[in-house]
């Protein structure tokens, strides 16, 4: 029954996470569709703010770049035409320039206090046909000075710098490119065709070739541009519900941590007004049943009385592993820790056990190894592992069955506590259901008296707190085999005699007790 809850409850939990998965994709989706309406070019507002702000950046990188080109394309054609002109061409170019950077200033403090795009998009395309303009001055006003090929060369081949230059600057917004080279391409094939050469017809061509190249290749950098952002912004999203999914378990636990505070609270509380009414029955009921003040002469009121007894015996060893098993999730649970024997502990929990057993007729074995040291536990909590242990054992192997409790020392140096018995088993699948608090397999409730399902997950704690570790290993209709293992370093070897310290050497400290 237990397993069958756990699987519904897993597969509605797997139901209700797709389900908010497709929510979110839903959302999501619908979210984009909004912000792509919204805008003109079909892309999202975020992005779009994203590719000005990068445009404005690489405007701003460059501002020492492009006066540096101007200097040099106007120094080296002063070869072919007059300084003067040279000169009032490269004073035009660095005005436009700053009139260009004092502008992309100003945008990139508007960018910040989300100022109008469409705007500032319009403004940033106006300083690029400046700056076209102002190089397609260049190409034009140099006609009359010079036809001189080498010339046509170096007009050339100032386009492909500059139309570069322009292609990388202005990757995100590619509109900027064709408002910065246009001019330039226009101007320098009429420049060509004046001319009047075939050298000078195909520089045309080749410079019109060019033009579309590096418009296509400003397509392909605005669409990696875009990729990265998109990447950018799914990051961002499930950093965000990263987030939200970490506040929320942390929400949660600090409910349950709270929860099962209270729950430890109210049976720290409850304690003693549960334990208080089931000592009275208990020693009222067995005065009855053992009739102490006299016979009792109605032989069914006897009978009641020891199931009243029994009854209230069981509730209160029920209280009493309820409490303890929350002590310890709590972490109030203290090891009161000292040397013992594991064989000591073994004798006397099957001397404990010994009337249970031989009611069933039930024969336990012991096999203890010889020459053990001491291990350093908790002997309480220790002798009530293997009393749980013992008990469950005796409960479900059937009468005239076997125990057989091993003492020994396991491959890594610890020592360990096994209970075997030929009762029933446990499935496989169930093991992990057993092991946990109140879990019951469903053969042993069919073949034995029912329990409270608290004995094994104490056993497991306990040993986890000794850092120790609780094996438990079953076949149906076979038996099962129960182990308490104690960590090695829990073995206490032998005491090494203290020397005699010599008054006249220096003062060390020796060993009393070493672990190992």
Sequence with gaps: ????????????????????????????????????LGTVDGMRPSFEADLILMFVKNRLSAAYAVPMIAIVVSTISSVWVPVEMAGSWLVAMLLAHSLVILSTKRMEKSLSKEGDLRAIRRELLAGDMLYGVVWAIFFIGNLKFSIDYGFGVFQFATMLIVIAMATMLSSP????????TVPITGALIVSFWFYDSVPHYAMAFMALGAQVFFF???????????????????????IAEMEQVNAISQEARRRAEDANLAKTRFLATMSHELRTPLNAILGFSEVMKDEVLGPMANKLYLEYSRDINQSGEHLLNLINEILD?????????ELQEESVCLR???????????MRAAAKKIEI??????????????????????LNLLSNAVKF?????????????????GQYISVNDTGTGIPEEEIPVVLQAFGQGTQAIQDAEQGTGLGLSIVQALAQMHEGEFKLTSKLREGTQ??????????????????????????TSAPLLRAG
């Design 1 to 36: 029954m237990n397993n069958g809850s756990s699987q519904n409850s897993k597969h509605k939990t797997t139901i209700n996470r797709a389900r908010a998965n497709r929510r979110r994709e839903v959302a999501r989706t619908v979210k984009d569709a909004r912000e792509r």
């Design 173 to 180: 917004l590619p509109g900027a490119l064709l408002a910065a």
């Design 216 to 238: 296509i290749l400003s397509k392909q950098l605005h669409n990696s541009a875009l990729t990265l952002l998109e990447y950018r912004a799914e990051k961002d999203h499930l």
């Design 325 to 333: 098993l929350s002590r310890i999730e709590a972490g109030r649970y």
């Design 344 to 354: 000591d502990i073994a004798a006397t929990c099957k001397h404990m056990m010994h």
């Design 365 to 386: 074995h012991e096999v203890y190894e010889s020459n053990l040291s001491k291990v350093w536990v908790d002997e309480k909590a220790l002798r009530q592992m293997v």
């Design 397 to 413: 192997t059937p009468p005239e069955g076997e125990i057989t409790v091993h003492v020994g020392v396991d491959s890594s140096g």
């Design 482 to 507: 129960a182990s308490i293992h104690l960590p090695a370093k829990r073995v206490l070897s032998h005491m090494d005699p203290v020397p005699v310290p010599d008054p006249d050497a220096p003062k």
